[in-house]
């Protein structure tokens, strides 16, 4: 029988069980052991999910409760000095202290940075290590989580992130070399492995998802040091996984090293599957990732099976694997949950669980069995029913896609005479404060908008509600003293999804839910067809909230590149396309909320580095389209409305130049879990536009002081000319409670007014 397997399952729950147990914990109403319990039982319930949806071999150790890569470091002991003595004390707390930061009993850390997992919206924490770095088993996890799956009689095959892919996600603090420290960390890759082969694993999955990647000769040679030195251990048959894209120049690299098997993502790089054939080694077992583990449309299950076909006739029946592109963590779980989408939209889809049925299909037909042929009939049905779809093409967005005119992207003017006519109406201070958009989303905020939803709450009683909330934060920042305003977004539940359900082309579900970074999950909309806007999607809240001061209030976007990013896009066009047409419709909004007299407009891309292709040789189309959807959106307008973008947890060095030619006029990032070295991009790069470097981290709970603001600020100083600088938080404030946003905020305008006191000083 043809195996079929994942690299990974969904570990939130399909209903955030996670989630809700993560966050009960940390707000100290559960204990340990009932965080455990949750754990336990949704492993479980994932594995026996697997199990009778058709896999043959589940994952195992791809459970975490906050990051995989958070996990690698603990368990080999890569603890930063500064948490040791908490972690020593009590491991959960250290643990969720390097995640999330501490501030209690007098103790203050700081958390780990956190940057995305490749090019998905997934964030990791970055290890930190340093010369000299020593490692060693810490607790047991993969073992445990093996001997779980073990005593519920599955043969399941632990997933450990591999030894070179866990240095090259690393950073060191000290500027040393990270793949120096491949000889200290070999020998407890060597012990986990040598346990679980005691224990009874037959295969351990190693994720090398930096394969895919362009590597210099030292990452090639890391990679045939650690495999030639594990080969010479007892242990378990190791499956090299690779995935998001193709091993290319790297394929005979990774085809010679000594593993006992090898995953490639046949979704995103099919055309690589001849020259696996051509290059892997007698006896080797080839995992075909076949149905798309990163978005959420049913497969093209002839082409995959052609493609299964032609290794199986070269390898033989029992070399070759049934899988996933890639770990199935980056889509929802089960889309039977999902009753209320249309009939036609829903027998498009196929989540976690049915990507599995997809490869069940896939492995019957491979072993004649009878019933297959219906199955994948019914899945051709599937896929003609949607490309004869009139909801999914409408030929007016095409036209208008069609008459944008090559190089009309632009503003009016250049920057400089942007900048004094912006002056001129604003009349802003040196280093004006702003935030970046988002106040606390209150359980007393979701509660009504979900009883609005559910037609408890009357629209007019809502709208009473959200005005309410939107007033109170206006008065919290003109008490404060913030220069640049906000609404606070409480009408919004996500920034994307709340564009999406006002633009055509968009569907929505009710528990698609996926992990974003430890219990932040989030509901990518499905983008199924042409894009338009029907309707003014900002205007009343923005405009109201201007009525109540006389400050600028920033009226509050999702750009083009992030919306497209952060949903399910439609596979049946390019990407490309689909962004132009999200770029009109926000193009729309913008000149409304000028027309308003918004003076401000902030058009977010948080994901424009992430989308930037794995590959550099791909780089310059990917940019030239992504930038250009972001100047549409924002043209058009007055030079003196100015024009913000947002980006967060993005290396800016290999692409600060394609930043800069997005020309929005200010541009705030996220650098103070970095400690500002994301600036060394623009200490390189003459930036010419207005920058707010983040001061300090709303992704943790602890709150900063005057004083680290201020040192980051100066910091900033150094690389940005005083003029340029605005003052800001990293991202958005919803995920906070109200005590602590004030609390940071009062410190963030003290900071501003110490470095506007000190400018007047030197003057």
Not at 309 to 330: E, K, N, Q
Not at 379 to 384: F, K, L, N, S
Request: glycine share 6%; proline share 5%; charged share 25%.
């Amino acid at each position: 029988m043809t195996t079929v397997t994942t690299l990974g399952f969904p570990r939130i729950g399909a209903r955030r069980e996670l989630k809700r147990a993560l966050e009960a914990f940390w707000r100290g109403e559960t204990d340990a052991d009932a965080l455990q319990r949750t754990a336990r039982g949704l492993r479980e319930t994932h594995w026996t999910l697997q199990r009778d949806a058709g896999a043959t071999q589940v994952p195992c150790n791809d459970f975490t409760l906050y990051d995989h890569v958070l996990d690698a470091a603990f368990g080999f002991d890569a603890i930063p000095e500064r948490y040791r003595a908490l972690a020593d004390a009590d491991p959960l707390a250290g643990y969720f202290a390097l995640a999330r930061g501490h501030q209690k009993d007098g103790v203050d850390l700081h958390a780990l940075e956190m940057t995305k997992w490749f090019d998905t919206n997934y964030h990791y924490l970055v290890p930190e290590l340093h010369a000299g770095q020593q490692f060693r088993l810490r607790g047991d996890k993969p073992l445990a989580q093996f001997l779980e799956a073990k005593a519920l009689g599955l043969d399941a095959r632990p997933v450990l992130l591999g030894p070179v892919s866990f240095l090259l996600l690393a950073k060191t603090t000290d500027g040393s070399d990270r793949l120096a420290l491949l000889d200290r960390l070999l020998p407890a890759y060597a012990e986990l492995l040598q346990q679980l082969k005691d224990a009874g694993a037959t295969w351990v999955q190693l994720d090398e998802p930096c394969l895919v990647l362009d590597l210099d000769e030292a990452a090639r040679a890391a990679y045939r040091q650690a495999y030639d030195v594990l080969s010479q251990f007892v242990r378990p048959k190791l499956l090299l996984a690779t995935y998001f894209g193709a091993l290319a120049d790297n394929l005979p690299l990774a085809a010679a090293l000594p593993a006992d098997g090898l995953h490639v993502d046949l979704v995103r790089a099919p055309e690589q599957l001849e020259a696996v054939l051509g290059l892997l080694p007698e006896s080797r077992v080839l995992s075909l990732g076949l149905v798309d583990g990163r978005n959420i449309w049913r497969s093209d299950l002839d082409k995959a099976l052609e493609l299964a076909r032609r290794a199986r006739g070269r390898l033989g029946a029992d070399r070759v694997w049934l899988a996933p592109s890639c770990s199935l963590l980056h889509l929802p779980v089960d889309l039977d949950h999902e009753k209320a989408l249309p009939a036609d939209l829903r027998s498009w889809l196929s989540f976690a669980k049915q990507k599995l049925g997809e490869l069940r299909v896939l492995a019957d037909a491979l072993d004649g069995k009878t019933d297959s042929d219906a199955r994948l009939a019914d899945a051709r049905d599937r896929i003609a029913s949607r490309k004869a779809s009139a909801r999914v093409h409408r030929r007016e967005v095409a036209t208008r896609v069609a008459g944008l005119v090559p190089g009309a992207s632009g503003r009016h003017a250049p920057y400089p005479a942007r900048e004094a006519a912006q002056a001129r109406r604003l009349a802003l201070p040196a280093f004006p404060t702003t935030t970046i958009g988002s106040f606390p989303q209150t359980h007393e905020v979701r509660e009504a908008r979900a009883r609005n939803r559910s037609g408890k709450l009357s629209d007019a009683d809502y709208n009473t509600f959200l005005a309410a909330e939107t007033a109170k934060c206006v008065r919290l920042q003109e008490d404060i003293g913030i220069d640049v305003l906000v609404h606070g977004e409480f009408e919004r539940n996500d920034m994307v999804e709340y564009f999406g359900e006002q633009l055509d082309g968009f569907a929505f579900t009710k528990n698609g839910w996926v992990q974003s970074y430890g219990s932040r999950c989030v509901k990518p909309p499905v983008i199924f067809g042409d894009v338009s806007r029907p309707a003014p999607m900002t205007v009343r809240w923005t405009q109201y909230a201007q009525s109540l001061t006389q400050r600028p209030m920033k009226g509050m976007l999702t750009g083009p590149v992030t919306v497209l990013q952060w949903s399910f896009v439609r596979d049946d066009q390019p990407r490309a396309a689909t962004c132009r047409q999200i770029a009109l419709a926000l193009r729309d909004e913008v000149l409304d909320l000028e027309a308003a007299g918004i003076g401000i407009i902030q058009i977010d891309e948080p994901a424009l580095r992430e989308g930037l292709p794995l590959r550099r040789s791909a780089w310059k189309q990917y940019l030239g389209w992504a930038v250009d959807c972001f100047r549409i959106s924002a043209s058009n307008v007055a030079d003196d409305t100015q024009i913000h973008t947002h980006m967060c947890y993005s290396e800016f060095n290999d692409i600060i130049e394609a930043v800069a030619a997005m020309d929005a006029d200010v541009i705030s990032i996220e650098t103070s879990r970095s400690r500002m070295e994301l600036l060394d991009a623009f200490a390189k790069f003459r930036y010419p536009n207005g920058i707010g470097p983040g001061v300090y981290d709303i992704h943790s709970p602890r709150v900063p002081n005057v004083g680290e603001m201020v040192a980051l600020l100066e910091k900033a100083k150094a690389v940005i000319p005083a003029s340029q600088l605005w003052v800001n938080p990293d991202c958005g404030l919803k995920t906070r409670g109200w005590p602590e946003t004030r609390a940071a905020l009062e410190a963030m305008v003290v900071a501003a007014k110490a470095l506007r006191d000190d400018a007047a000083k030197a003057a």
